[in-house]
């Protein structure tokens, strides 16, 4: 039963758009983490947050930018989507390092940009 | 920076029977951590198992096990009496050892297992 919610679950947008993403979790996480999954399936780090006011970027570069004003609210904006951007996006949560706290994730939003 | 790999993108096997997934990883880190992950159809991403790398003893969750051999970083998972449920994308990853880098996890590309009945 998912404690993490992704909307929306799909999303069809043209080119130039601006789309936002969002994710949260009702357990009180500090850390956040948002994963871009490749249609070949790997996942990459691409934005992650260990609290309110802190983002950071991750292992692959990413046009989007994301916000942390709130704890249970980490979303994901693209100003001017781009056919590049089609993909899977996850976001994730654990209250702790991910050895004592596995990530729970969302269901994910598969975002298409034509 | 840490590389994990999965010279498996897709695997069979018969129900009941036992597969092994394979997950070499390139580090330098002394201490670490390296996890399955499994996402089934459709559905949400789920840690199986983890392990840390100062151990020796291998883990083991119930019908999931791990052979870890830090020499050669390989970090294998067994499934023993496969179950249809058990049909999924497995994915292994690494994580390093303390501070605020050590939160993150670097995945591999993902085992494609399909379970037939």
């Known amino acids: 039963e998912a404690d993490i919610y992704q909307t929306p679950r799909y999303l069809v947008i043209g080119t130039g758009k601006k789309i936002t993403l969002e994710c949260s979790q009702t357990?009180?996480?500090?850390?956040m983490y948002w994963y871009q999954q490749d249609p070949g399936m790997e996942l990459h780090l691409i934005h992650y947050?260990?609290?309110?006011?802190?983002?950071e970027k991750g292992d692959l570069s990413s046009e989007s930018t994301v916000s942390r004003i709130r704890t249970e609210h980490f979303p994901l904006t693209l100003e001017s989507a781009r056919p590049s951007h089609t993909s899977q996006y996850l976001c994730?949560?654990?209250?702790?390092?991910?050895?004592?706290?596995?990530?729970?994730f969302g269901n994910g939003t598969r975002l298409t940009v034509t | 920076a840490q590389t994990v790999t999965q010279s498996q993108p897709e695997m069979s096997v018969q129900e009941a029977e036992t597969v092994t997934l394979s997950c070499t990883y390139d580090?330098?880190?002394?201490?670490?951590?390296l996890f399955w992950y499994k996402q089934p159809p459709s559905r949400q991403m789920i840690l199986v198992i983890r392990?840390?790398?100062?151990?020796?003893q291998n883990a083991t969750e119930n019908r999931f096990s791990v052979n870890f051999q830090k020499a050669a970083k390989s970090f294998s998972l067994k499934i023993s009496d496969s179950q249809l449920g058990d049909t999924a994308m497995y994915f292994c990853?690494?994580?390093?050892?303390?501070?605020?880098?050590?939160?993150?996890?670097?995945f591999g590309g993902g085992t494609r297992l399909m379970v037939k009945p």
């Open positions: 994730a949560s654990s209250a702790g390092t991910p050895y004592n706290s596995p990530l729970h």
């Open positions: 357990m009180g996480h500090d850390k």
């Open positions: 947050s260990y609290g309110v006011n802190s983002t």
């Open positions: 580090t330098s880190e002394s201490n670490y951590y």
């Open positions: 392990q840390e790398a100062y151990k020796q």
């Open positions: 990853a690494f994580m390093k050892h303390g501070g605020n880098a050590g939160n993150m996890l670097t």
